[in-house]
């Protein structure tokens, strides 16, 4: 790896406390929002592998409203997204509250986007190997598509990533991913309010 790790999480630790409070104020309108529009909570917050498959507690805004007592909350049902929160994710403003993930450690600016704990055992050895670094706020698959793309080119986008990291790829990506953002491309897999869900290495 070309850069210092300990650089790396100085970065980190500088551009979260610094996005924390250039975003405070929009953060507060986004709660206001979400609070009148689809009640409490604010926050979202689900258990994530963190690097090693360790669990943290991700932290985003809410997006969804709880599915009905006679629902069953799938990983691509996009009923109960409401407008603000199709809004807040094809902005990525949803995604604010996790700088304070960055601001503790639990992530990096840059890295696997941390997925949910029950992949865990589907993986490849081969897929596991993205849990070697902290997962990020963004990534070298979110610039090649986001979640427009199959489980098998993501994951694979992650473990290149794990191989070639260095400061000046993170610069890159970091650069890419506003590009990213401000265009909307991505956000979803066609049929499905992100993606499917992984269903294990068929390879």
Known sequence: MSGSPYIKRAIDIAAATFGLV??????????AAIRV???SPVIFRQQ??????????LLKFRTMLPPLSSERATDDDGTRITALGAFLRRTSLDELP????????????VGPR????????????EQSRRHAVRPGLTGWAQIHGRNDQTWEE?????????DHQSLMLDLRIIVATIGKVLSGAGVSSPGHATMPKFRGDKT
Do not use: C, I, Q
Request: net charge neutral; aromatic share 12%.
């Open 22 to 31: 250039l975003f405070a104020v929009p953060m507060l309108a986004v709660a």
């Open 37 to 39: 529009s689809m009640g």
């Open 48 to 57: 994530r592998p963190g690097k090693g498959g360790a669990p943290f507690e």
């Open 98 to 109: 996790t700088l304070w993930n960055v601001l503790r450690g639990d992530m990096s600016l």
């Open 114 to 125: 941390p997925l949910l704990m029950e992949y865990l055992p589907l993986y490849s050895a």
């Open 154 to 162: 993501r994951l694979a986008m992650d473990v290149w990533y794990v």
